[in-house]
């Protein structure tokens, strides 16, 4: 969903303009103005449907529910920060980067990632929380290397690009007692790791609000860059307390831009609540329109 399908409860409309990221940031400083903020615009919603197929059965609930989404891209399309944060040999001279003498005194320290403890080593002895909580506003900018991992398949060969796996944050990850339909969403703001970094600054740049000129859908999936998206879910059977695992990849064609989920809830003739299965990939352009065509 994007525009007003974010805005209305049940809703949808716009958002364009050249979203190509061509590393030239010259036109940023204008662009991510974007006449303003005049017109507020939420970002676009990224949504996933999980259904319990046992929702009718006595003990049929996942209890304790997660649901853990990673966002599969190539190393050289990522963001220069988590590249950056990903490479063991990488220095961080934040004090550089904040213009003033007083900030780069208290903050340039050398911050390191190695991959046997996955623990961060900091030249001052800083914690992660520590570091950030230290920066303010700018630590809360700085990529968790937790939450990133950097794969190469085949080093020697460079047949293949290094891969980075970026975990993607849920509204609502997880569910104490899941019976019946789980949707979960994903929000494509300034930390979105589905994104072009050229759109992930403007979003910045803009107070957090999608830029203005983004407004069809063309753009919103042109702003969009990523192999696959991977979901997966893990809770305990209420019945047999056995671990339940299921698991969901999504590639980039299979995102509809424009469109939300079909309600599969209905009565039925004795009164109870059941779930139309049949639905559960079902979708209808958003209200306010602007879908793509499918």
């Not at 970026?166 to 569910?175: A, R, V």
């Not at 599969?264 to 990939?281: C, E, H, P, Q």
């Amino acid at each position: 969903r994007f525009g007003s399908g974010v805005i209305l409860p049940d809703a949808a409309s716009d958002s364009g303009s050249d979203c190509e990221d061509n590393g030239d940031d010259t036109d940023d400083d204008t662009l991510s103005a974007d006449s303003s903020l005049s017109k507020k615009i939420p970002c676009p919603v990224l949504e996933f449907r999980v259904v319990n197929r046992l929702f009718a059965e006595v003990g049929g609930e996942i209890m304790d529910a997660t649901l853990n989404v990673v966002a599969n891209v190539d190393a050289n399309d990522a963001d220069p920060r988590i590249r950056d944060a990903l490479d063991p040999l990488h220095r961080i001279h934040l004090g550089s980067k904040t213009g003033s003498s007083t900030s780069s005194s208290a903050y340039e320290s050398h911050s390191e990632y190695t991959d046997s403890n996955r623990s961060w080593l900091s030249g001052d002895g800083l914690t992660p929380q520590q570091l950030i909580s230290k920066l303010g506003p700018l630590g809360a900018m700085l990529p968790q290397k937790r939450d990133h991992q950097a794969i190469i398949e085949d080093p020697s060969a460079r047949l293949v690009s290094k891969r980075i796996f970026s975990k993607m944050l849920i509204e609502t990850g997880d569910h104490p007692f899941f019976k019946r339909v789980w949707l979960a969403r994903h929000v494509l703001n300034e930390t979105s790791p589905v994104l072009k970094p050229k759109i992930r600054r403007m979003i910045r740049r803009n107070g957090g609000y999608w830029p203005n000129h983004l407004k069809t859908h063309e753009h919103v999936r042109d702003c969009l860059q990523f192999n696959q998206i991977l979901v997966s879910l893990n809770g305990v059977s209420n019945v047999s307390a056995s671990d339940v695992y299921a698991q969901k990849i999504y590639d980039f064609v299979d995102i509809n831009v424009g469109y939300q989920f079909v309600n599969i809830l209905y009565r039925d003739a004795d009164g109870s609540l059941k779930v139309d299965t049949d639905l559960i990939n079902d979708v209808k352009e958003q209200n306010g329109g602007g879908g793509e065509p499918l």
